[in-house]
């Protein structure tokens, strides 16, 4: 008879939203193999968006009634306030890019492939562009996708890191190669991420093993208590964050980790891609901000300007190379590298206010991203989304309504007053002024300057120029889509003026170490 | 001193490398079979390429693969599990049949959706 192991407490409280998602993500698998063709789309829609409900409910259960600032599964897994506040913020764009997927009037039966192994410009390919029916398995991976990413910014050691890294990964790629129509696009997009993205895990690897080599633990926590004793080698522990961060700034393409973020969000079925712009971005932020933080803040002198110059070239790659872009999938995905060097200036105030305006950040760009590609789904003309710019030309004319929402979602992007994108820029350059990193805010706001002339010139185009005669067409959007679009635009108007509730609960508390 | 085992391993895991390659040259019979020469893949003809698909292997081999790294790392678990079983428990036990429940959720969606069916 052997003696009990001593078995980790678990707070099943605490992680029942993760539990919940999970646990939809394998029911749906089961429905995929169960239920009839006809009634899959029904079932897992209904499936997805209760799960997401439920968990939210869980969630502020637990906010109300848990212990604060704990962790669980033997410190594996953070419970702190941060942790909490992107846990809500991943499952309401989450609902958001569901509602976008599940959409089946803009594009007749989905933006998503009906039948994935059909090879692309066969004549079975073009048969399928046209029947109704959709690859129903998007809804449990953008399940099994969102749990990881749930994971991925909650995990306190690395090894529970990189599970969640590949959980909330492997997903992606396989949603980026599902789109309806451009299958070859969609499915070059689906390699680049697959191959980048497998680089990336394995720098992310190395660095682990370097740390732990370093400091005999993969606990964020033990790391930063390792780096305070002296006699240890510095190029172990400077190599191993080097290599640790590329794979995390690849996740959130920061420049100039971001190679693949244009091929990738034009490749992408539009719905994936927001759920890409917008969920993938809060995860690989909220990781960047626990590993900074908790394991390298004690040694923060010695790193903190490389990381700047990486902010810099980050902000000004994506505001100069998002000029030259003529498609408009294209344009967001550079405007998102900008942001993502924005974000880093929050990041990289390493303190309680930069903690508060980077959650905050998140939540805003998250809910502006997501809405703006709901509206970049609705311009079509007869094969798919138009998403060349020179096709947006008087839209304003055509369809003031819809050119209106857009507008106000560009000029968000761009931080002017009154949207949210004004206040999440002003908190995070504000956190960056009180830390000290002055050259660095003078250079955000430089690049926030270049990327408004073209968010702008958009807008231009949009309101004074004359619709082309053979021009695309607005679709109605349907249920869903207009959920989506209401929501994200409600969201971004509800942060620009009344922001301080949302900025409270961002600061409610740091990391738990 | 602490690293001899290891030492042992590797000159006992090199040996037996050895030893079997030779064994065989020795005592093999050695029958010619055209067979013989040619490249192996899973039991199917390399070349020439077959003409349906445009020169691609059938997508079954893939879905076959896959099936077996899932069993394959189930086991992996399910060795030190059965070592251990005692001492974990009650809470042990439940989490291993978590564990095979979503293996035999994936393998009951190839399972029904014909995965498995060859023709």
């Known amino acids: 008879m052997t003696t009990p192991a001593s078995l980790p407490d678990i707070d099943y409280a605490g992680v029942a939203p993760v539990l919940i998602i999970l646990g939809a993500a394998c029911i749906g698998v089961l429905l995929e193999a169960f239920v009839p063709r006809s009634q899959r789309w029904a079932v897992q829609v209904v499936l997805s968006l209760l799960a997401i409900v439920v968990a939210a409910i869980a969630l502020g259960a637990y906010l109300y009634t848990g212990p604060q600032n704990t962790s669980t599964f033997a410190g594996s897994i953070a419970l702190d306030r941060p942790a909490l506040f992107l846990w809500g913020t991943l499952l309401a764009l989450g609902l958001g890019s569901i509602l976008l997927i599940a959409d089946r009037v803009v594009e007749p039966g989905g933006a998503f492939v009906a039948q994935a192994g059909i090879r692309p410009g066969t004549m079975l390919d073009k048969e399928q562009a046209n029947r109704s029916s959709m690859q129903t398995e998007v809804f449990p991976l953008a399940l099994f996708s969102l749990a990881g990413m749930m994971i991925f910014c909650s995990a306190n050691d690395l090894l529970s890191m990189f599970v969640a890294l590949e959980v909330l990964s492997l997903p992606l790629y396989l949603m980026c190669g599902l789109a309806r129509r451009r299958r070859l696009l969609s499915q070059e997009a689906a390699v680049k991420y697959f191959l ?263 807008i231009v185009l949009m309101y004074f120029s004359e619709p082309a005669a053979d021009g695309p067409t607005v679709t109605l959007p349907g249920m869903y889509t207009t959920a989506a679009i209401t929501l994200g635009t409600l969201v971004t108007l509800l942060l620009g003026v009344y922001p301080s509730f949302m900025l409270d609960w961002a600061g409610t508390g740091g990391f738990v170490v | 001193m602490e690293y001899v085992p290891i030492l042992l391993l590797f000159v006992l895991g090199f040996g037996f490398a050895v030893f079997s390659v030779t064994i065989a040259e020795v005592t093999g019979p050695r029958r010619f079979n055209k067979a013989k020469q040619e490249g192996y893949e899973c039991g199917i003809e390399p070349s020439p390429q077959p003409v349906v698909g445009g020169g691609r292997m059938p997508v079954a081999y893939y879905l076959t693969a896959m099936l077996f790294i899932l069993f394959d790392i189930e086991m992996v678990f399910l060795y030190p599990f059965a070592v251990t079983a005692d001492a974990l428990g009650v809470f042990g036990l439940v989490e291993i049949v978590l564990f095979i429940a979503t293996v035999a959720f994936a393998y009951a969606y190839v399972w029904r959706r014909g995965g498995l069916d060859w023709n």
């Open chain 1, 196 to 458: 980048l993205g497998a680089f990336a895990s394995a720098f992310f690897l190395y660095g682990v093993a370097l740390l732990y080599g370093y400091a005999n633990s993969v606990k964020l926590a033990d790391i930063a208590n390792a780096a305070g004793g002296t006699n240890r080698s510095d190029a172990l522990l400077f190599l191993g964050m080097g290599l640790l961060l590329i794979g995390l700034l690849f996740k959130g393409s920061v420049g100039p980790f971001h190679t693949w973020t244009p091929d990738v969000y034009q490749g992408a079925p539009t719905p994936m891609t927001a759920f890409m712009g917008a969920c993938t971005k809060v995860a690989a932020f909220g990781a960047i901000l626990r590993v900074l933080m908790v394991a390298f803040g004690s040694t923060h002198w010695e790193w903190q300007t490389i990381m700047w110059v990486v902010a810099g070239i980050s902000m000004l790659l994506g505001a100069i190379l998002g000029i030259t872009q003529t498609d408009v999938k294209r344009m967001i995905a550079y405007s998102s590298v900008a942001h993502a060097g924005f974000l880093l200036v929050g990041v990289l105030a390493l303190d309680g206010s930069g903690i508060r305006a980077t959650l905050f950040y998140l939540i805003s760009y998250g809910f502006t991203t997501i809405a703006a590609f709901g509206v970049v789904s609705l311009v079509r003309d007869g094969t798919g989304e138009s998403t060349s710019l020179s096709s947006w030309a008087g839209l304003g004319k055509r369809s003031p309504l819809l050119a209106g929402i857009f507008t106000f979602l560009l000029l968000a992007l761009a931080g002017i007053p009154l949207t949210s994108g004004f206040v999440s820029k002003f908190v995070v350059f504000a956190a960056g002024m009180s830390a000290g990193i002055t050259p660095l805010v003078v250079l955000g706001l430089i690049a926030s300057t270049i990327a408004a002339f073209f968010y702008l010139r958009v």
